[in-house]
């Protein structure tokens, strides 16, 4: 992790791949503390619709069923920080400085990482590609 950081936010690209991978949260989340050890994990509340939004993409009833357990058990294994006015601001500077770079932050990955950055923790994820646009925030990738 980043000198400093005091967590991990659970990016939802990460989460997507451990549930299509037919990860259990539990092994999940020992995945996660033996590469980084004993620290804070969060999600960021733009994940929950992410996630609830492929519960109801599923194929088959079977799939929905699994994508629906898996997200309830890791709202209750994992906190939740919400969208609070100083995310947003700050997610509001970072796109600007972002546009006058030429660079477009997916909307989603912005409040995400804005998130991380006003908890002062990392962001774990899939996509390394967009949240490395956001100054200051040390993506971490798996």
Do not use: C, W
Request: hydrophobic share 45%; aromatic share 6%.
């Amino acid at each position: 992790m980043g000198a400093g950081a005091l967590g991990l936010i659970l990016d939802t690209s990460v989460l997507i791949g451990a549930e299509r991978q037919g990860l259990t949260v539990e092994g999940f989340l020992e995945q996660i503390e033996q590469r980084f050890g004993d620290t804070n994990l969060a999600l960021s509340a733009l994940s929950v619709p992410e996630l609830v939004h492929g519960i109801f993409r599923a194929r088959t009833s079977e799939i929905q069923e699994r994508r629906e357990e898996f997200v309830e058990e890791l709202l209750r294994d994992v906190p939740v920080y919400p969208f609070t006015v100083e995310i947003g601001r700050l997610a509001g500077r970072l796109d600007a400085e972002a546009e006058q770079r030429g660079q477009k932050v997916p909307y989603g990955d912005l409040l995400i990482g804005a998130t991380a950055l006003a908890l002062q923790y990392d962001v774990l994820t899939i996509n390394v590609r967009h949240f490395e646009q956001i100054p200051r925030l040390v993506v971490q990738a798996l």
